[in-house]
């Protein structure tokens, strides 16, 4: 099993940054891949970005290209969003999640998830 923990979650107005952070423990020898997914009140859980666990392959989202920069730190275990220029429509709670296959943009590649942390902007 994986369990992953997501913080930096919290209020910004719009053209603001957060950066989320998203620990992995456990089997992380099992990690291949992680992703960041979000999901506003109402709407479906979308895809954000993704990133390979070893190797450089990264995939955005269109609504976030130019705007949010994903990254890892291997040694600390740790997936990070950087989120630039943010937007009211970027209002959601924020899910990472670790998958054991390559890098995707469907929920169901992704056997683990963190609990989420919400993300509000402002206008």
């Known amino acids: 099993q994986v369990q992953l923990v997501e913080s930096g979650g919290g209020l910004v107005q719009a053209g603001g940054s957060l950066r989320l952070s998203c620990t992995a423990s456990g089997r992380t020898f099992s990690i291949i891949a992680m992703g960041w997914f979000r999901q506003a009140p109402g709407k479906e859980r979308e895809f954000v970005a993704a990133?390979?666990?070893?190797?450089?392959?990264?995939d955005y989202a269109d609504s976030v290209k130019g705007r949010f920069t994903i990254s890892r730190d291997n040694a600390k275990s740790t997936v990070y969003l950087q989120m630039n220029n943010l937007k009211p429509e970027d209002t959601a709670v924020y899910y990472c999640a670790a998958g054991n296959g390559p890098i995707a943009a469907m929920k169901h590649d992704y056997p683990y998830w963190g609990q989420g942390t919400q993300v509000t902007v402002s206008s």
């Open positions: 990133i390979s666990w070893h190797g450089v392959r990264t």
